[in-house]
């Protein structure tokens, strides 16, 4: 597959969604293989890619009679589309560090890797995931993270409903990158997969700066309005 051209010879000030200062924070609306070219080199890329996963799925999304996270968009199938090789592979380009959520799915692209890191979502006795793995070049060794997130039952962002159906804990992005011993050059993220806008919240909280892409105009909105909800804290 073919990454796509360039359309019309936009500028990347052409993509601008929203952004905003101290830290620096930029979201862009459109397509990584037409924006990913244009923006600077960053430190450290943080992505969880689509991983094609929701045809295959034979739950409906809804547990003792109510919905859950799987269940926040029925377009899911719409989009939810492995992306290429080449494109995995200019998004890496960008950073010199890396780490890629679901990348058991994206092992064929990315080859062993002795950096994992493991998210324990202690689901409890269901039929969904006990964890998500990721592969990274930024730890030497496999970590894992202990944070529950299964419907209402989640150790973090207790009562605020799921907006995205593969939603982040911010809280476990705001791990990926303090967890990383490269965590102080870490100044810019990027995050060409933003989705709901975890990663952008976690570099918030962490005043580290961020850039954003993202193809849906819903889940940019989504994105912007949880970041103007969340304050710059004092560290």
Not at 156 to 171: F, I, N, Y
Not at 175 to 188: A, G, T
């Amino acid at each position: 597959m073919q990454l796509r051209i360039l359309s019309m010879n936009k500028k990347l000030s052409d993509y601008l969604f929203y952004e905003e200062s101290n830290p620096n924070i930029k979201i862009y609306l459109g397509d990584s293989s037409e924006i990913l070219p244009l923006i600077e080199t960053c430190d450290l890329l943080l992505i969880d890619p689509p991983y094609g996963i929701f045809e295959d799925m034979e739950s409906d999304g809804v547990m003792f009679g109510k919905e859950t996270i799987y269940s926040v968009d029925k377009t899911a199938t719409e989009w939810d589309k492995r992306p290429s090789k080449e494109l995995i592979s200019l998004a890496m380009s960008k950073a010199k560090y890396w780490t890629i959520w679901g990348g058991n799915y994206f092992a064929d692209y990315l080859g062993a890797s002795k950096g994992t890191l493991v998210w324990n979502k202690k689901t409890g006795n269901n039929t969904y995931a006990d964890g998500e793995l990721a592969f990274t070049n930024t730890v030497g060794t496999m970590r894992i993270f202990n944070h529950q997130w299964c419907g209402a039952f989640k150790d973090s962002e207790r009562g605020l409903r799921a907006v995205h159906p593969t939603q982040k804990p911010v809280q476990l992005m705001k791990w990926c990158i303090q967890k990383s011993k490269y965590y102080d050059l870490h100044l810019k993220i990027l995050d060409c997969f933003m989705g709901s806008g975890s990663t952008a919240i976690a570099c918030k909280e962490l005043k580290k700066d961020f850039i954003g892409i993202e193809v849906s105009e819903k889940y940019c909105q989504i994105a912007v309005k949880r970041l103007q909800n969340t304050q710059v804290p004092f560290l």
